[in-house]
């Protein structure tokens, strides 16, 4: 299976969901690391979903700033890739990767609290040390003209994610406006089986699918 684009899912939680976004041809699943996150994955059942999948990167998430605890969790963890939320950490931390398994980072952004003026000056600052930026909106967010005017320059020098505004419908048209490098896409809650994102998930990546 393959798809259109690079795709990474965030907040994975569960088997169920893992293993449908791997047989899919996603290239990346992320699973936070934080224990005080509602979609935190301790490292028990993190190995165990981790042992099923194939084929894809693993993305370790943490919204924590605080290097020392990001440095236990990557021992712990030893994610194929790691998402900050905070460019500041990333010189320091590829400094302590270099001598162990080449480890990449991508840096999440959330777009709702930046003008485009921080947004530009951010990138410029804080990409330089990130392989991919993950464009998200804790918001809902309005992919309008000037958005995707401003998106679309970024992505031609940045490798961008774009985390929001996607949906089965406009999914082809972004992609084709935009050159971004990939889309993200968040996972669901297994509690709530077929619940809307899930159900949303997977008509993105079914549209998505190479024919």
Known sequence: MALKTLVKISNVTNLSDARYCAGMGVDMLGFSMDADSPDYVDPKKFGEIRGWVAGVQIVGETTSTDPEIIEQLLSTYQPDLLQVDEAALLPYLSTLTKSENDLRFILRVDVAQLTFDQLDTLLQTGASNADYVLLESKGPMHLDTDVKELLKRQASRYPIL????????????????????????????????GNKEFGELMDILEAIEEE
């Open 162 to 193: 774009l985390g929001t505004g996607i949906s089965a419908e406009n999914v082809h048209q972004l992609l084709a406006d935009l050159s971004v490098r990939g889309i993200a896409l968040s996972g669901g809650v297994e509690e709530q089986p």
